[in-house]
């Protein structure tokens, strides 16, 4: 019994696919009685692939795909009853094609041979026949639809394991399956259809990778920017179109305040990216998602300090229950004087500017909880915030 040992280079982007086909496997190997071929995943490794960017490959570009190591091990060799299947063979017009599960066997006779049945000896016309070997070790040739007369036994199944194998070997091939480009055009591609995959990229990886963080991890994934063309736009909702819109919008009408700005301004204006500018269109989505995030950030700091008010009374000594928020130090003619922060369970600022510093104490951390005493100096409002200023303070407790 040979044991056959088959390694595939997968894109990592298929390995779930795989994954699942091998699962699918080793249950269909499980019902044919059959030890289970076992599975491993090996090394992953980068390499660059030319993909091209319009129907005639007349312009293309090489983009890095991450590639991981599938390891199928069987122990046992296909059967239909006694019979080894060592090849499918599909027959072409002038030449064969080979589905081969056997890595010893000297195939190369096999490539032009008639498709004639060792079963019925009739010369029909058949798309497929199947290589066996018996007992014996003879080579036998069986038409397809004779299979299970000439075996005594129903073929399917093992000829189920065959085409899942025949599966997992294919998610090897990035060509059509991997690398179409959709709706690309010739140098490069729409912004809308673009922004839209790298939105769905984005989702289905979870986050938003860079070209940079890709070059500093020394090239184990692949940038949002090229896995989008890749296969974003299989993934890409009509929503995802819609955002994409809005980023155009959002790009459209913004004030560029750095070269990087109106670079991203003039993108937007064109309506067009093309492979070049790849990079840069993509990090536009991320572009909005800040800005919106910043103007939610100011949102939410301007309701809060809408509600703050002045606690305490001026020139009292009282207790106060605080969070420490964080302290800055500061130097002038009078040496080091430190400006602590501090919020009351009703998002009130206090500060203190004090000689000593709080974080001195080894108890005593930004984030803490504290019990104070302090007086009351004065309420003023700095940059249309309100500020108790305190001084003298004790630390009474402290509750990390
Ligand atoms: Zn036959």
Same mark, same amino acid.
């Given at each position: 019994?040979?044991?056959?040992?088959?390694?595939? $280079?997968?894109?990592?982007?298929?390995?779930?696919?795989?994954?699942?086909?091998? &699962?699918?496997?080793?249950?269909?190997?499980?019902?044919?009685?059959?030890q289970l071929?076992?599975?491993?995943?090996?090394?992953?490794?980068?390499?660059?692939?030319?993909?091209?960017?319009?129907?005639?490959?007349?312009?293309?570009?090489q983009?890095?795909?991450?590639f991981?190591?599938?390891?199928?091990?069987?122990?046992?060799?296909?059967?239909?009853?006694?019979?080894?299947?060592?090849?499918?063979?599909?027959?072409?017009?002038?030449?064969?094609?080979?589905?081969?599960?056997?890595?010893?066997?000297?195939?190369? !006779? #096999?490539?032009?041979?008639p +498709?004639?049945?060792?079963?019925?000896?009739?010369n029909?016309?058949?798309?497929?026949?199947?290589?066996?070997?018996?007992?014996?070790n003879?080579?036998l040739?069986?038409?397809?639809?004779c =299979?299970?007369?000439?075996t005594?036994?129903? !073929?399917?199944? +093992?000829l189920?394991?065959?085409?899942?194998?025949?599966?997992?070997?294919?998610?090897?091939?990035?060509?059509?399956?991997?690398?179409?480009?959709?709706?690309?055009?010739?140098?490069?591609?729409?912004?809308?259809?673009y922004?839209? #995959?790298?939105?769905?990229?984005?989702?289905?990886?979870? $986050?938003?990778?860079?070209?940079?963080?890709?070059y500093?991890?020394?090239?184990?994934?692949?940038?949002?920017?090229?896995a989008a063309m890749i296969?974003?736009?299989?993934?890409?909702?009509?929503?995802?179109?819609?955002? &994409?819109?809005?980023?155009?919008?959002?790009?459209?009408?913004l004030?560029?305040?750095?070269?990087?700005?109106?670079? =991203?301004?003039?993108?937007?204006?064109?309506?067009?990216?093309?492979?070049?500018?790849?990079?840069?269109?993509? /990090?536009?989505?991320?572009?909005?998602?800040?800005?919106?995030?910043?103007?939610?950030?100011?949102?939410?700091?301007?309701?809060?300090?809408?509600?703050?008010?002045?606690?305490g009374t001026?020139?009292?000594?009282?207790?106060? $229950?605080?969070?420490?928020?964080?302290?800055?130090?500061?130097?002038?003619?009078?040496?080091?004087?430190?400006?602590?922060v501090?919020?009351?369970?009703?998002?009130? $600022?206090?500060? #203190? #500017?004090g000689?000593?510093?709080?974080? /001195?104490?080894?108890?005593?951390?930004?984030?803490?909880? =504290?019990?104070?005493?302090?007086?009351?100096?004065?309420?003023e409002?700095?940059?249309?915030?309100?500020?108790?200023?305190?001084?003298?303070?004790?630390?009474l407790e402290c509750?990390?």
């Amino acid at each position: 019994m040979n044991k056959t040992q088959e390694t595939y $280079e997968i894109p990592y982007r298929q390995l779930g696919k795989a994954r699942k086909l091998i &699962a699918k496997i080793q249950k269909r190997a499980a019902k044919l009685g059959k030890q289970l071929p076992t599975i491993t995943e090996g090394k992953k490794v980068t390499r660059n692939v030319t993909i091209d960017l319009d129907p005639h490959g007349i312009n293309t570009t090489q983009i890095p795909v991450l590639f991981v190591e599938v390891t199928l091990t069987h122990t046992e060799a296909i059967k239909i009853a006694g019979y080894e299947i060592l090849a499918a063979i599909d027959h072409g017009e002038a030449v064969n094609v080979l589905r081969t599960y056997d890595n010893a066997y000297d195939f190369a !006779p #096999w490539f032009e041979a008639p +498709a004639s049945c060792e079963h019925c000896a009739k010369n029909r016309r058949r798309k497929m026949t199947v290589l066996l070997r018996d007992n014996s070790n003879n080579v036998l040739q069986v038409g397809k639809t004779c =299979l299970k007369d000439f075996t005594g036994h129903d !073929p399917k199944s +093992a000829l189920a394991l065959c085409e899942l194998i025949e599966q997992l070997r294919a998610i090897q091939d990035l060509d059509e399956e991997s690398l179409d480009f959709g709706n690309a055009s010739c140098d490069g591609v729409t912004l809308q259809s673009y922004l839209g #995959w790298v939105i769905a990229e984005t989702r289905d990886a979870g $986050e938003f990778v860079t070209r940079s963080a890709v070059y500093e991890s020394g090239g184990s994934r692949l940038a949002t920017a090229d896995a989008a063309m890749i296969s974003g736009y299989k993934v890409a909702t009509d929503k995802d179109y819609d955002d &994409a819109d809005k980023v155009i919008e959002w790009a459209v009408s913004l004030k560029p305040e750095t070269t990087f700005d109106m670079n =991203l301004q003039a993108i937007a204006i064109n309506r067009y990216v093309t492979r070049k500018q790849l990079g840069l269109a993509a /990090y536009m989505a991320q572009a909005k998602a800040r800005a919106d995030e910043k103007l939610v950030q100011e949102k939410l700091r301007a309701t809060q300090v809408a509600k703050m008010v002045h606690v305490g009374t001026v020139g009292k000594r009282e207790a106060f $229950e605080v969070k420490f928020s964080r302290v800055s130090s500061h130097e002038n003619q009078w040496g080091m004087t430190h400006r602590h922060v501090f919020y009351d369970a009703q998002g009130n $600022e206090l500060v #203190w #500017w004090g000689s000593y510093n709080l974080e /001195y104490r080894e108890d005593v951390e930004p984030g803490d909880a =504290l019990s104070l005493k302090a007086t009351v100096k004065k309420h003023e409002v700095y940059k249309g915030t309100p500020q108790t200023v305190i001084t003298r303070v004790k630390v009474l407790e402290c509750a990390a």
